[in-house]
Nanobody, 127 residues
């Protein structure tokens, strides 16, 4: 069970921090990803973080502006979003996948492999 929060309406250049609280799973063993989908567009992977090494990935469109982190003690993954742009407007989803003991980079895991998804949180950036 994944529950996102922290979305909202901000002006361009503003910041938001999304949270995704997990329950009912051994969170520390899961790869976690943030995805987004804007109206009329395909789902896009924004960022991910693995379970074993803390390695992260960012889409080029958000690199340098967004930061993913996880707190295994709180079963929560975060997405800090700074320098928001109107093109960041979308519904943001967190997702989780259990891969076991592996050295696979999280960006090598396709979105369809993720097993659990949150309901999404709307982020709207006004110009």
């Amino acid at each position: 069970h994944l529950v996102e929060s922290g979305g909202g309406l901000v002006h361009a250049g503003g910041s938001l921090r999304l949270s995704c609280a997990a329950s009912g799973l051994s969170f520390e063993h899961y790869y976690m990803g943030w995805f987004r989908q804007a109206p009329g567009k395909e789902r896009e992977e924004v960022s991910c973080i693995d379970s074993n090494y803390g390695r992260t990935y960012y889409a080029d469109s958000v690199k340098g502006r967004f930061t993913i982190s996880r707190d295994n003690a709180r079963n929560t993954v975060y997405l800090q979003m700074n320098g928001l742009k109107p093109e960041d407007t979308a519904v943001y989803f967190c997702a989780a996948v259990l891969l076991g003991r592996t050295k696979v980079a999280c960006n090598d895991v396709p979105g369809e492999k993720y097993e659990r998804w949150g309901q999404g949180t709307q982020v709207t950036v006004s110009s």
